[in-house]
């Protein structure tokens, strides 16, 4: 399926793609504001500039969308059938950045932890998301007993995303 817009058309429309403060970045930074941890987004010193930076914690959160960075198996990731090989590749690089910024940050002494903007784009992931987000910062259980739902499911850690 050809294109329908110009190249001029396309170009402003991909300018026109948020970086920061994304809505699923928002949710996360809300969250954690209400229970009381602080932090600093967006700090450029640091490998990879993590949305989310914990000093406290020596923790730093990624929050990453489906697409830009190849969420395999998630609905919102599907590569485009024009220009498929640019696409590949595209994803392919934000992949290997990624990886390769955990590594520095690690090596740093930093904790690392991805959330995918799907676990967060609905309301039946976002609050278990947010509770086990909340719990890997910390090192505790999510405690609020009026929003707890019983026994804590175990989730995959969003830092063994990428392979580690």
Not at 104 to 126: F, I, M, N, Y
Request: with cysteine; aromatic share 10%; hydrophobic share 35%.
């Amino acid at each position: 399926m050809a294109d329908k817009m110009t190249p001029e058309q396309r170009s402003r429309c991909m300018a026109a793609v948020k970086g920061k403060d994304t809505k699923p970045e928002m949710i996360v930074r809300k969250y954690l504001f209400s229970r009381g941890l602080r932090y600093r987004v967006n700090v450029r010193k640091l490998p990879g500039t993590p949305d989310i930076v914990l000093r406290k914690y020596k923790t730093v959160v990624f929050i990453d969308g489906c697409f830009w960075h190849g969420h395999e198996g998630c609905k919102h990731f599907r590569l485009p059938t024009s220009n498929e090989y640019f696409w590949r590749h595209k994803i392919a690089m934000n992949y290997a950045r990624d990886y390769a910024n955990n590594i520095e940050l690690e090596l740093a002494g930093w904790r690392v932890v991805r959330v995918w903007e799907c676990e967060v784009k609905t309301k039946a992931l976002q609050a278990e998301t947010l509770r086990n987000l909340y719990s890997n910062i910390t090192g505790t259980s999510y405690d609020n007993a009026s929003c707890h739902t019983g026994t804590e499911s175990e989730a995959a850690e969003p830092d063994t995303l990428y392979g580690k």
